[in-house]
């Protein structure tokens, strides 16, 4: 059964840290994000790795957080410095595949979300 579990959220005050996880299960993870969705707001992508490690961040946490993939353990991290009271929200992991040669979807999977809470 394809699964995405989230852990490692919570309250943290301004300045602190923390360090979320995603562990997959019933496949095998290629190109994984990290989407956050604060209350009233659209999701939006916060970081993003490709198989090969390459990664790339929203202008409003470059210098912040680190996105990083352990296959052995078929999981990826979100290492979360100097946290903002803006970064408030509910982080979800999420596994998405195109196969651009027959511009098919394979699949698009996310996890249930995990509660980050930054105090002023």
């Known amino acids: 059964q394809v699964q995405l579990v989230e852990s490692g959220g919570g309250l943290v005050q301004a300045g602190g840290s923390l360090r979320l996880s995603c562990a997959a299960s019933?496949?095998?993870?290629?190109?994984m994000n990290w989407y956050r969705q604060a209350p009233g707001k659209q999701r939006e992508l916060v970081a993003a790795?490709?198989?090969?490690?390459?990664?790339n961040y929203a202008d409003s946490v470059k210098g912040r957080f680190t996105v990083s993939r352990d296959n052995a353990k078929n999981a990826v991290y979100l290492q979360m410095n100097n946290l903002k009271p803006e970064d408030t929200a509910v982080y979800y992991c999420?596994?998405?595949?195109?196969?651009?040669?027959?511009?098919?979807?394979?699949?698009?999977?996310w996890g249930q979300g995990t509660q980050v809470t930054v105090s002023s």
């Open positions: 019933g496949f095998r993870i290629n190109a």
């Open positions: 999420n596994a998405k595949t195109i196969n651009l040669r027959v511009g098919v979807l394979e699949y698009d999977y």
């Open positions: 790795i490709t198989s090969g490690g390459r990664t």
